[in-house]
């Protein structure tokens, strides 16, 4: 069975809506999808729902980088213990600051990361073709397992201006 | 020129053009200034070197002021660098549609003003070479930084903002590098490519941008008010008179943002000329600013308001030294100048909308600039002027090493600007044209 | 009190001295000889005329001169003013890289190896009397030839104090474990204690009640340099109640 991408370019964004509505109502997956801009196609909720970990992982770093420097502050002054102008040797209000700029330094680490993750940047390409971006409009991209000649009708009937098949690039381990 | 809508029906492409064919070429104009600054920069260095060289008794500090210009221009520059963050974050998390044009030029500033602010502290320390021991790391000298140094939590701070205002001018950035590289060729094209960082357009790296962008601007507020408000603590640690104030922190993150649109307002209206962006930077923006701008002066004169009242109520001896001093004399002079110049004038031109243009609103941004500045040499000199101890009492007037440097640093961030809007597009291009479909 | 050969520092239960400084104001009489004597001692730099009228002259320890009244009716008082080695030294917490902290003894120490020069301590000394290096130390001659070999000479870049002669202490207790006995009460003399015409200073161990320190401190007539400001100074002003 081979794989190929449908590249179907539209006009206009809402034409790419549109046939994506009318491929998910055939049964088709969402996850088969993918849409092509140079200017963010907003639709509120999206258009192509994903799941997203970066405000989790946001936290998570947060809490990381904060507690880990929280306690590299506290063993360190323990570990050196000198009492400075009648000051306790360990003191939240004294080390509130260092705890609060490395928890949103993690918290700013985790969303860079998540980015970098979830948008596929640096080093995790998907596998998939990318289209060449027409000047103007949107390219919706479309897998198919075997016979993709089903695609062409929702595609051609929601107003595409061009369609065209695209052989996976065939890169081993990606899928 | 409409103060709304649109002003050109150009299409995505086009204003991709547009924006991109206007950012400067290597003219002679642009060389001859890009020399200019160079040179100022290379002269502060100069004098840099030769303060480390010689000896730190060749500027004017002495005692009992032992800051001076160089703690003012710190304040100063890590004030302004809060443009970015108010305009940029909370007009992105407000879905304040006119920012767009806006955005990119305020995060530079901060990014660049970081730099600069961020020297300060070691142009200013007697030892600079040995500034790594402030950095916490396992060592020979089996010694850690001290946590409860205001200064220590002004370097974990200031590294955090500007780790949190490169990525958050970088992450926007990201399209319209892959935008140049797909219009342009050779090696020009790998390097943009590069920057890229593999940005295909997909709906899912988009997806994952606005979220990011979302994210970020959320957490880059929090950051910039704690950054002024750890520069004041710097002060208000102290039991200096008159800097032991529990409003120091507050008062210092308005003068932040305030100084911080005025310089925006003042890049924003050089932009403008120099780069002929007349159809970008539209009055509509200025006067938006404008009316910030005049929001944040009324807070400054209710916080400075404030900050006098009690002092002067309160009557205690060791500040009443320091509060007749600073409204006497020579520093009562430049006290009234700052009120002009942060309250007076720009209430006037702001408050009066007859008179509210492109060129006052500029001209009031370059006074704050100047009024702001006061404000900071106000805080740091006449409270270490005098001391509780009379027999202690000193001056301060800079040599030719702090005004060297003060003015290398103002040449630094137009040079720093200058290649920026050369290398990068100061509109984001995708914020500015996004599209939106009916739905 | 066991005997002395062992580091009271490493072990509870030694006795830790107290150490701390009374100046008897209506004793003093301005002389300077303690400024002199402690310049000398102490290897202070010389500023040169210039720098001296800029403020760049370092004095560990000054006179204060207060005139009260009307002339011809004038009274001139005195205050020599040293680091106050304050328990609660607001000078300790701010420096980031722990150049300046209390010792067990009560010193508010200053590590010149340490200091990178933020001049923040500086800043928050209420008693203005830390001195910035501005300078590599130079002395116009023949001052350069009986520097004191005890004590270290301060590059630039770095903030210097009065250390109540910490070199001196040092002496004392190793001819006291030489001799192998106690530290006596006057067996440590600042150098400024000693030059004393007026024998207006004493240092001692303030946590022995028997030391002149101690009784000179309770004797009721002594007060505490900005006391108001909570900082507990280990030097002590006695003068007649007015």
Redesign the interface.
């Known amino acids: 069975m081979t794989r190929q991408y449908l590249h179907a370019e539209y006009r206009r964004p809402q034409d790419a809506i549109a046939a994506i509505e009318a491929l998910t109502e055939a049964g088709f997956p969402k996850s088969a999808l993918e849409l092509y801009s140079r200017r963010p196609v907003e639709t509120d909720p999206p258009v192509l729902p994903r799941r997203s970990r970066m405000s989790l992982v946001a936290v998570l770093g947060a809490i990381t980088a904060g507690s880990v420097s929280t306690a590299l502050v506290f063993w360190a002054q323990l570990d050196y213990p000198l009492v400075t102008g009648g000051m306790p040797i360990t003191s939240g209000w004294a080390t509130g600051v260092v705890t609060f700029e490395a928890t949103m330094a993690g918290a700013v680490l985790g969303i860079l990361f998540m980015l970098i993750w979830e948008a596929g940047l640096v080093g995790s390409p998907s596998g998939a073709p990318v289209p060449d971006l027409p000047e103007e409009g949107v390219v919706l991209q479309v897998k198919c397992e075997g016979d993709s000649a089903a695609l062409q009708r929702p595609l051609s009937d929601t107003g595409a201006s061009r369609i065209e098949a695209v052989k996976a690039s065939g890169r081993p381990g990606t899928s | 020129m409409a103060p709304s809508g649109e002003p050109t029906e150009l299409?995505?492409?086009s204003i991709?053009d547009d924006i991109l064919s206007r950012m400067p070429r290597a003219s002679g104009r642009y060389m001859a200034a890009i020399g200019f600054f160079g040179a100022v920069v290379a002269w502060a260095l100069f004098a840099w070197g030769y303060q480390i060289q010689?000896?730190?008794?060749n500027t004017g500090?002495?005692?009992?002021v032992?800051?001076g210009f160089y703690i003012v221009n710190f304040v100063f520059w890590i004030g302004i660098s809060h443009a970015g963050t108010l305009i940029s974050a909370i007009l992105r998390l407000t879905g304040a549609g006119w920012r767009k044009p806006v955005t990119r030029a305020a995060e530079a500033i901060t990014v660049f003003c970081l730099m600069i602010g961020g020297l300060f502290?070691l142009i200013?320390?007697?030892?600079?070479w040995?500034?790594y021991?402030?950095i916490?790391y396992p060592n020979e000298?089996?010694?850690?930084?001290?946590?409860?140094?205001?200064?220590?939590?002004d370097?974990?701070?200031i590294?955090?903002y500007l780790?949190?205002s490169l990525?958050y001018l970088y992450?926007p950035l990201?399209?319209d590098l892959a935008?140049i590289a797909?219009r342009s060729s050779g090696k020009k094209q790998r390097i943009y490519r590069a920057l890229s960082?593999?940005?295909?357009?997909?709906?899912?790296?988009?997806?994952?941008?606005?979220?990011?962008m979302k994210?970020?601007a959320m957490?880059?507020l929090?950051?910039a008010v704690?950054v002024h408000s750890?520069v004041a603590?710097?002060f208000s640690?102290?039991?200096?008179p008159t800097w032991h104030s529990t409003i120091f922190a507050p008062y210092f993150v308005v003068g932040a943002i305030f100084s911080g649109i005025a310089a925006l307002v003042l890049v924003m209206a050089a932009l403008r000329k120099l780069m002929g962006l007349e159809e970008y930077l539209r009055e509509e923006h200025f006067v938006n600013l404008g009316k910030l701008l005049m929001l944040m002066s009324l807070l400054w004169l209710y916080f400075t308001f404030s900050e006098h009242l009690t002092t002067w109520y309160g009557n205690l001896p060791y500040e009443m030294q320091v509060f007749n001093l600073r409204e006497q004399g020579f520093f009562g002079i430049v006290f009234w100048t700052m009120v002009a110049c942060n309250f007076a004038i720009p209430f006037v031109l702001l408050g009066v909308s007859r008179l509210r243009s492109i060129a006052t609103i500029s001209i009031s941004g370059a006074t704050v600039l100047i009024g702001m500045w006061l404000e900071r040499f106000l805080i740091v000199v006449p409270t270490?002027s005098r001391?509780?101890?009379p027999?202690?009492w000193?001056?301060y007037a800079p040599s030719w090493i702090e005004l060297s440097i003060t003015a290398g640093t103002f040449a630094a961030m137009a040079l720093l600007y200058l290649l920026f809007v050369k290398a990068f597009p100061i509109i984001a291009i995708?914020e500015y044209?996004?599209?939106?479909?009916?739905? | 009190m066991a005997e002395g050969k062992r580091n009271p520092e490493e072990d509870g239960s030694e006795h830790v001295p107290q150490w701390a400084m009374a100046i008897d104001l209506d004793r003093c009489t301005g002389c300077e000889a303690c400024v002199v004597a402690c310049s000398a001692e102490n290897n202070v730099p010389t500023a040169g005329q210039e720098q001296a009228a800029m403020g760049r002259a370092k004095h560990w320890i000054r006179i204060d001169r207060y005139y009260e009244g009307e002339f011809p009716n004038i009274k001139v008082k005195y205050r020599p003013v040293l680091c106050q080695h304050c328990d609660n030294a607001p000078c300790e917490p701010v420096c980031p890289v722990y150049a300046t902290y209390q010792n067990a003894e009560g010193l508010n120490v200053q590590i010149y190896n340490r200091c990178i020069g933020t001049r923040y301590c500086a800043n928050n000394c209420p008693y203005t009397v830390r001195f910035f290096d501005w300078f590599a130390p130079e002395w116009d001659g023949p001052l350069d030839l009986q520097l004191n070999p005890d004590v270290s000479i301060r590059p630039a870049g770095v903030v210097e104090k009065c250390t109540f002669c910490a070199h001196r202490i040092k002496r004392a207790k190793l001819d006291a474990d030489a001799e192998d006995r106690d530290l006596a009460d006057g067996d440590v003399q600042p150098a400024c204690v000693q030059s004393c015409p007026a024998e207006a200073m004493v240092f001692g161990d303030m946590s022995d009640s028997h030391s002149k320190v101690s009784k000179k401190i309770e004797s009721g007539r002594s007060e505490q340099l900005l006391s108001e400001l909570g900082t507990k100074p280990r030097v002590y002003y006695l003068r007649k109640a007015d």
Not at chain 2, 61 to 64: K, M, V
Not at chain 2, 124 to 128: D, E, F, N, S, Y
Not at chain 2, 141 to 153: C, K
């Open positions: 299409s995505a492409s991709s010689n000896g730190f008794g500090l002495r005692r009992p032992y800051w502290p200013h320390i007697g030892r600079v040995y500034f021991w402030m916490p000298r089996l010694l850690w930084p001290n946590f409860r140094s205001p200064l220590f939590w370097l974990t701070a590294l955090t780790t949190g990525i992450l990201i399209p935008e797909g960082l593999g940005w295909t357009g997909s709906d899912r790296q988009w997806q994952a941008l606005e979220r990011a994210l970020m957490a880059i929090a950051i704690s750890v603590y710097d640690m102290s039991i200096a270490l001391p509780a101890l027999a202690a000193g001056n995708w044209d996004e599209t939106i479909p009916a739905r």
